[in-house]
C-alpha cells in the first residue's frame, strides 16, 4: 500500500499479542493483494482492465470499500473520487522521478472519465463495472482506513484490546496504554517531520491526517502534491493538512482526503454536519480550523510553521 504499518500492543501477554499481530500484517497483505494498482490480479487492476467492457467479479471487501466511497464522493460533491486513477499516470510525485508539469492537454483529456456516478456496483452478484473505456480506479484515498479496521478487528478478536496501529497518515487507537489514554500529534505541514503542533488523546478512535507535504514537488515557488481535485485535475488548493477524527478508519481516510480537496471553509462545514467525525484543518494561509467537538480535547501546542 506504499505504507510502513506499524503495530503497538499494550498487555503482559506478549506471546498473544505476538500471534494477533501476525494476523493482522498478514491481512494487510491480502488486502494489498486485493486493491494494490501495482499488483497483478488484484481486484482493482481487474476492474480497470475491463473499463467500458464488461462487468468484473470482486471480492466483497472491494464492494465494501466501494461502498464507503460512494457516500463519501456524494457527501463531498465529487471531491473525493477513487475514479481520479485515470490522472495517476500524468502526475509524479516520487523523488526519483522527472517531476515535470502534465500538459494542460493532456490532463483535460483526461476529465471525463473521472466520475464515481459511472462506476456501477452490483451487490447482489458481486461485480463492478466501469462504464466508459479509460477509466480507472485507485484506492489510494481509502484503502489503508479500511486496511486498519480490519486489522483493529483482527486484533480485538485475537485478545488484544489496548493497541495502536499506524499505516502512513492513519492511525487506530484502540483501548488505553495502562491508565491512561493514547496520545497522537497532527504533524507540522511546513516544519520538520518530528515536530508537532497539536496533540489530543484517543481512545477507540482513528484518526487520519492529509497533507501537501508527503508527495510534492517545488516549481517556481509552487507545491505540487499529490492530493488532486478530480474538477481540474490540479493538485488542490486551500489547506496545508486535514485531519479527521473518527470512529472507522476507513471513513476517516476517505474524508481527510476529500475535505481537503473541498478546501477549509466547505470542508469545516462538512465536518460539522457529519455525526461522529470531528477535524483539524490547516488552511493555505495557515489559519487553523478546529471542530466544536475537539474544542477543549485538543491541545494546541504552538502555531504552525508559515512557509510556501
Known amino acids: 500500500m506504499g505504507s510502513e504499518v506499524h503495530l503497538t500492543a499494550w498487555t503482559d501477554d506478549e506471546p498473544r499479542a505476538s500471534r494477533a499481530f501476525e494476523r493482522a500484517f498478514d491481512e494487510f497483505d491480502r488486502l494489498d493483494r486485493l486493491h494494490s494498482v501495482w499488483k497483478d490480479g488484484s481486484d482493482v487492476l481487474r476492474v480497470n482492465a475491463e473499463a467500458g467492457r464488461s462487468p468484473v467479479r470482486v471480492s466483497p471487501e472491494t464492494l465494501e470499500v466501494l461502498r464507503v466511497a460512494r457516500q463519501v464522493s456524494e457527501w ?52 463492478v463495472f466501469l462504464r466508459r473505456p479509460g477509466m480507472r480506479m485507485h484506492f489510494g484515498g481509502i484503502g489503508k482506513g479500511y ?32 491508565d491512561r489514554p493514547w496520545r497522537s500529534g497532527i504533524r507540522d505541514p511546513r516544519g520538520p517531520a518530528d515536530r508537532v ?25 509552487h507545491r505540487y502534491h499529490h492530493i488532486l481535485d478530480p474538477d481540474n485535475g490540479q493538485p488542490a488548493r486551500g489547506c496545508r493538512s486535514v485531519t479527521i477524527v473518527a470512529k472507522e478508519a476507513v471513513l476517516a481516510d476517505a474524508l481527510s482526503t476529500g475535505v481537503f480537496v473541498l478546501g477549509p471553509q466547505a470542508g469545516m462545514t462538512l465536518i460539522e454536519k457529519l455525526p461522529d467525525v470531528e477535524g483539524v484543518i490547516v488552511s493555505d494561509r495557515n489559519e487553523v480550523l478546529v471542530s466544536t467537538g475537539l474544542r477543549g480535547r485538543l491541545e494546541l ?8
Open 76 to 127: 463531498t460533491g465529487g471531491k473525493f473520487d477513487v475514479t481520479f486513477g485515470a490522472l495517476s499516470g500524468l502526475w509524479k510525485f516520487d523523488h526519483d522521478q522527472d517531476n515535470r508539469l502534465p500538459r494542460a492537454e493532456d490532463v483535460r483529456r483526461q476529465l471525463p472519465l473521472i466520475d464515481f456516478q459511472a462506476i456501477d456496483v452490483d451487490a447482489e452478484h458481486g461485480t
Open 147 to 178: 486496511a486498519v479496521d480490519r486489522a483493529a478487528a483482527i486484533l480485538r478478536a485475537g485478545g488484544v484490546t489496548n493497541f495502536l496501529i499506524q499505516s502512513g497518515g492513519d492511525l487506530y487507537a484502540g483501548g488505553t496504554r495502562g
Open 197 to 221: 503542533f497539536a496533540a489530543m488523546d484517543l481512545r477507540d478512535e482513528t484518526f487520519s491526517t492529509s497533507g501537501d507535504y508527503e508527495r510534492f514537488f517545488m516549481r517556481e515557488g
Open 301 to 308: 501546542r504552538q502555531a504552525p510553521t508559515d512557509a510556501p
